[in-house]
């Protein structure tokens, strides 16, 4: 047992793994070290420009020995909602690439029940938004990846969809269903994969909000790394304090035990 008492554990992807193309240093072995020791783990992602393909040959590029099945995407758990909800016509406002795992959807610009909403980077207009708002107007539901507020990126933190989510929800009146963090259900997805209840569990993610308050509000820890997104200013700002604040993924292994902890590497809330 680890000195956390953490029987399971979920990995938060860019900003806490790797930025863009660059993987953060050690942590590579800060997973295979976790791994290694037995802990069960899952690799969550809001991430929507990637296919699950995709996004599983890109981690295993930068040096992560992770198994496809081991990845849980947000537009994995959307792609399972849309069945449940009997495969509905669909608006796609995803990533080409991410599109492919939505296939089996019939899809309509002009006719759609449900309009998806994910990362399309500079394909937002005021045209795209009103176009999308009528639709939501004759009756669409909103259905959002994420809602994430900004990330970061090789260039510096950018503006995330969630500006665009709640531009549409103010417009049409309309309560976007979220899929990704900070859903519990998304969380539950994890955790049922792993076979745990959340009080055995963490997250280990760079946003205060998503990654920290939706684990905590999920029943899971939460580990905090000053990596990706991470900004001081930001995280004292907030009303969430995580259970553990880490300077990167790659003093996990010492804050669960694993290695002998170094002075001053690690600190709690």
Same mark, same amino acid.
């Given at each position: 047992?680890?000195?956390?008492?953490?029987?399971?554990?979920l990995f938060d992807l860019d900003?806490?793994?790797?930025?863009?193309?660059?993987?953060?240093?050690?942590?590579?072995?800060?997973?295979?070290?976790?791994?290694?020791?037995?802990?069960?783990?899952?690799?969550?992602?809001?991430?929507?420009?990637?296919?699950?393909?995709?996004?599983?040959?890109?981690?295993?590029?930068?040096?992560?020995?992770?198994p496809p099945e081991e990845i849980?995407?947000?537009?994995?758990?959307?792609?399972?909602?849309?069945?449940? &909800?009997?495969?509905?016509?669909?608006?796609?406002?995803?990533?080409?690439?991410? %599109? %492919?795992?939505?296939?089996?959807?019939?899809?309509?610009?002009?006719?759609?029940?449900?309009?998806?909403?994910?990362?399309?980077?500079?394909?937002?207009?005021?045209?795209?938004?009103?176009?999308?708002?009528?639709?939501? &107007?004759?009756?669409? %539901?909103?259905?959002?990846?994420?809602?994430?507020?900004?990330?970061?990126?090789?260039?510096?933190?950018? &503006?995330?969809?969630?500006?665009?989510?709640?531009?549409?929800?103010?417009? $049409?009146?309309?309560?976007?269903?979220?899929?990704?963090?900070?859903?519990?259900?998304?969380?539950?997805?994890?955790?049922?994969? &792993?076979?745990?209840?959340?009080?055995?569990?963490?997250?280990?993610?760079?946003?205060?909000? $998503?990654?920290?308050?939706?684990?905590?509000?999920?029943?899971? %820890?939460?580990?905090?790394?000053?990596? /990706?997104?991470y900004r001081q200013t930001y995280?004292?700002?907030? $009303?969430?304090?995580?259970?553990?604040?880490?300077?990167?993924?790659?003093?996990?292994?010492?804050?669960?035990?694993?290695?002998?902890?170094?002075? /001053?590497?690690?600190?709690?809330?």
């Open positions: 047992m680890n000195q956390l008492d953490i029987q399971g554990l900003g806490v793994l790797y930025i863009g193309s660059q993987p953060i240093e050690g942590s590579a072995d800060a997973v295979a070290s976790v791994r290694s020791s037995g802990i069960p783990c899952r690799f969550i992602t809001n991430t929507s420009t990637l296919s699950l393909g995709s996004l599983a040959r890109k981690i295993n590029a930068l040096g992560f020995a992770i849980i995407s947000a537009p994995q758990a959307a792609v399972r909602y849309l069945r449940g &909800m009997g495969s509905p016509t669909c608006r796609l406002l995803l990533a080409e690439d991410v %599109k %492919k795992d939505f296939a089996e959807f019939r899809q309509s610009d002009t006719e759609a029940e449900v309009i998806v909403v994910g990362d399309i980077g500079n394909a937002w207009s005021y045209d795209l938004l009103n176009e999308v708002f009528n639709c939501l &107007m004759r009756g669409a %539901k909103l259905i959002a990846i994420h809602k994430n507020r900004f990330w970061q990126t090789e260039q510096g933190l950018q &503006m995330d969809i969630g500006g665009f989510v709640h531009a549409l929800e103010y417009a $049409s009146g309309v309560k976007t269903t979220i899929i990704g963090k900070p859903s519990i259900d998304f969380f539950q997805i994890a955790l049922d994969d &792993m076979g745990l209840t959340a009080d055995a569990a963490a997250i280990i993610g760079d946003d205060i909000d $998503s990654d920290i308050g939706g684990g905590q509000q999920a029943g899971l %820890k939460g580990i905090l790394v000053k990596t /990706g997104k995280v004292e700002a907030s $009303s969430i304090r995580p259970d553990i604040l880490l300077d990167s993924v790659c003093d996990l292994p010492v804050a669960l035990g694993l290695r002998p902890s170094p002075a /001053g590497r690690v600190a709690g809330y």
